[in-house]
């Protein structure tokens, strides 16, 4: 967990303020007993997390496709190709959704807005040791190549929901 106590926090309130203003509906499916926390949150989404995210087309039509997403001080954040549709996607319209869904049991969805980052950055730095803590055991120094030729991003939360439904042990 890479969370300080101001980014869980942030996220809590961020939480909190989503909840205010849901839908009876999503209120309903959220009951405050199956809503996870910010520090619950923060445990959960530790190392590489898959992640759904949804981009638009310039005639609005949504767009979603699989991504690596690491949660990182209270944010999601991914990469790709700087060519990819994604970020073509991004840097003319910065909006997005992203749903952390390993199952029925789980679900983190956040909205908001991405902001394109330089991983190699001095203020990215602890970020950028956490990706190489994460994929060089995974995948060895080839994935440097990767880290070199991307484009990351991270998620502004305007709003966040998050559902768990865990089997009692």
């Given amino acids: 967990m890479h969370e300080r106590p101001e980014d869980l926090a942030d996220m809590q309130a961020v939480i909190d303020d989503s909840y205010a203003t849901a839908t009876g509906h999503l209120l309903n499916i959220h009951e405050p007993e199956r809503r996870l926390d910010a520090v619950a949150v923060a445990s959960e989404l530790d190392g590489m997390r898959l992640l759904v995210l949804a981009t638009t087309t310039r005639d609005g039509r949504p767009i979603t496709s699989p991504v690596d997403g690491v949660f990182y001080r209270g944010r999601f ?24 869904l390993p199952g029925e049991h789980l679900a983190i969805t956040v909205h908001g807005t991405a902001e394109v980052i330089d991983v190699g950055a001095p203020e990215h730095a602890e970020f950028r040791q956490t990706l ?29 929901f998050t559902f768990s439904m865990h089997d009692p042990a």
């Fill in 77 to 100: 954040h991914f990469g790709s190709s700087p060519e990819s549709m994604r970020f073509r996607h991004i840097r003319e319209r910065p909006q997005v959704s992203a749903t952390h």
């Fill in 132 to 160: 190489l803590d994460i994929y060089l055991p995974r995948y060895g120094d080839s994935w440097l190549q990767i880290l070199e030729g991307g484009t990351f991003a991270r998620i502004h939360p305007r709003r966040m």
